[in-house]
């Protein structure tokens, strides 16, 4: 008899949602954010992931919020795939909830799921009743080698 082939597993093996047709999650709750292994453990390094047309609702009036989000993570086991994450931010599109809410709320799931070495966030919310709102947050200082540039998103000015 022969003896059965081992077949080799692969660090993306597990994902579900990457490369097939997968609808947007009704929920951020619903939302699956898969991950997978850290090919270069050890090794200190920034992923970036900009969002610039993320969208959520008021909680109050249903209007829709519009923001440019940018969020940067240092992996220690795992990745985010980025799919998942997509997904995941679009998830918001029909959920309300205040700016400060979506985007503490985004950076917690990250670390919850993914457990980075270091994680921040900019939330560049586009004006709402005439003030914009930006929100940031970062679960410490950065890794003092670390080469961390700079967001890129300026300021809301408006037509000035």
Known sequence: MAKKEKI???IY?????????TALPDSPEKAVLERVPNPHKGTEYLVRFAAPEFTS??????APDFAHLVIDYVPKDWLVESKSLKLFLGSFRNHGAFHEDCTIGIAKRLVKDIKPVWLRIGGYWYPRGGIPIDVFYQTGPAPKTLWLPEQGVPSYRGRG
Request: aromatic letters at 0%; hydrophobic letters at 20%.
């Open 13 to 21: 093996d597990d994902l579900t949602q990457l490369g097939s047709k």
């Open 57 to 62: 609702m008021c909680p109050i009036t249903g």
């Open 8 to 10: 080799k597993k692969t």
